[in-house]
C-alpha cells in the first residue's frame, strides 16, 4: 500500500535509514563482539541487551525501507486548493468557542501538532476533507465529543 510523503518526508527518511546501517549498526555489531569476549553468554546482560538492541534496529531499518520502497512523493505545485485536501493549510473557525486555528494536513509520518501540522488520518482532518470555503465540518471526536469548525481559508 503506497503512502504518501512530501519530498522533505522522504528526505528525512533516507537520512535516518543512512544514519542507522552506516553509524548506528556498525556501533551494536561491535557492542556484541566486545559482550561476546567477556565469556559465559549465558549470564552476560551486556549481550542480551546489545542483541535486544540490535533486534531493535534491524526491525527500525526494515520499516524504514519499506516506507521509503512504498513512498509516493507528493507534488505540491499540483495541489487544488479550492477544497480541503492533503498539504493544505486550513484555517478554521471553532464554531463552539468562536476562536480560530490553523492546521496543515499531512502524512502518517510527518504530522508535528506543536507546528500545526495533523496527520490525514486524525477524525478532525478526515471530518475537513473535500471541505470548500465557507462549509461546516461536524466532527465527532473518539471521545464522542463533537466539534464543529467552519472552513475560513484554503492555502498552500
Known amino acids: 500500500m503506497a503512502s504518501y510523503v512530501t519530498k522533505d518526508g522522504l528526505d528525512k527518511m533516507k537520512a535516518e535509514l543512512e544514519l542507522l546501517e552506516t553509524i548506528e549498526r556498525p556501533k551494536i555489531t ?89 496527520s490525514i488520518n486524525t477524525p478532525i482532518a478526515k471530518g475537513l476533507l473535500g471541505k470548500v470555503i465557507g462549509e461546516t465540518a461536524d466532527i465527532v471526536l473518539p471521545n464522542g465529543n463533537k466539534l464543529s469548525f467552519e472552513v475560513l481559508e484554503i492555502s498552500i
Do not use: H
Not at 516506507?67 to 478554521?92: P, Q
Open 30 to 118: 561491535q557492542q556484541i563482539a566486545e559482550a561476546r569476549d567477556k565469556g559465559d553468554l549465558s549470564e552476560n546482560a551486556e549481550y542480551d541487551a546489545a542483541k535486544e538492541a540490535q533486534g531493535m534496529l534491524e526491525m527500525r531499518i526494515s520499516k524504514l525501507k519499506n516506507l521509503i520502497a512504498d513512498a509516493k512523493v507528493i507534488d505540491e505545485t499540483n495541489l487544488d486548493t479550492s477544497k480541503v485536501s492533503i498539504l493544505t493549510t486550513v484555517r478554521l473557525k471553532n464554531m463552539a468557542t468562536k476562536g480560530e486555528q490553523k492546521f496543515t494536513l499531512v502524512p502518517d509520518n510527518e504530522s508535528d501538532l506543536k507546528a500545526g501540522k495533523i
